[in-house]
């Protein structure tokens, strides 16, 4: 497969989270977060895997964006709060992310959070004019991985 820019859309996901399809979310999920999160300890991926399908299920806004029929990579609103951002990794630097992100700012995000440690993760926020405005020791879990507050 060409490491070239791709043709995506990104698409609102309004109806049905969960089985198959919030299944197939978390299983991009993982492998993204085991290629950009390396300092998560293999139980805290476990135990997020476990919950990441009812937090789907619950989310005001996901979007997913599709190469053709294949899902590679979705995005979560929280009123103006980008809750989530994950490209699988095959797709990584192709594009997905920036639409993604591009579709969020379309919808108003003006915030996020972002783990300290993902220093890439930061760095593309910033591409899209975030700036960290606070930190946290602990993430939301209460783990010991610090994050950042970032606005816009």
């Not at 996901?13 to 993982?30: I, M, N």
């Not at 139980?43 to 919950?51: F, R």
Request: glycine residues 8%; proline residues 3%.
């Amino acid at each position: 497969m060409s490491k070239g820019k791709i043709t995506c859309e990104v698409e609102i996901v309004s109806k049905e989270r969960r089985g198959a399809y919030t299944e197939v979310l978390t299983r991009l999920w993982e492998r993204s977060v085991r290629k950009t999160h390396d300092f998560l300890r293999d139980d805290e991926v476990a135990h997020m895997c476990a919950t990441l399908p009812s937090l789907l299920a619950r989310v005001p806004v996901l979007a997913v964006c599709r190469c053709g029929a294949v899902y590679a990579g979705f995005a979560c609103l929280c009123e103006r709060e980008l809750d989530m951002l994950f490209v699988d990794p095959v797709w990584m630097g192709r594009g997905v992310g920036c639409e993604l992100m591009r579709w969020a700012l379309s919808q108003g995000a003006d915030a996020l959070t972002v783990n300290e440690e993902n220093d890439a993760a930061r760095r593309f926020y910033e591409k899209f004019e975030f700036c960290v405005v606070g930190r946290s020791e602990f993430d939301s879990l209460g783990g010991p991985h610090p994050v950042l507050w970032m606005k816009r």
